[in-house]
Nanobody, 116 residues
Framework: QLQLVESGGGLVQPGGSLRLSCAASGDTLDYYAIAWFRQAPGKEREGLSCISKSGVSTNYADSVKGRFTISRDNAKNTVYLQMNSLKLEDTAVYYC?????????WGQGTQVTVSS
């Protein structure tokens, strides 16, 4: 069974950058489309970006378009989310999700805090 572990979160100042990783184990990530979500306190989980199995196709929410970049390294079984020009409102727990047909897997999340 696929397991996902996010890492790379932390405290950063506005305008700074972070790179999140979503490392998979238990199965080959090549089989899965991957998406990044986030959830801020008191808010619903928000879809940010997704990437196809091959990495050729990507999509972004308007809130992060032009600032965040999703990528994957199937050889390392890892998907990344490069986050630049971070804003206070980007503070949230960030999750990756993998899906293949009817199967959906979530990681445990990593906290990103943007604060001066």
């Amino acid at each position: 069974q696929l397991q996902l572990v996010e890492s790379g979160g932390g405290l950063v100042q506005p305008g700074g950058s972070l790179r999140l990783s979503c490392a998979a184990s238990g199965d080959t990530l090549d089989y899965y489309a991957i998406a990044w979500f986030r959830q801020a306190p008191g808010k619903e989980r928000e879809g940010l970006s997704c990437i196809s199995k091959s990495g050729v196709s990507t999509n972004y929410a308007d809130s992060v378009k032009g600032r965040f970049t999703i990528s994957r390294d199937n050889a390392k079984n890892t998907v990344y989310l490069q986050m630049n020009s971070l804003k206070l409102e980007d503070t949230a727990v960030y999750y990756c999700k993998a899906n293949r047909f009817a199967s959906v897997y979530w990681g445990q999340g990593t906290q990103v805090t943007v604060s001066s």
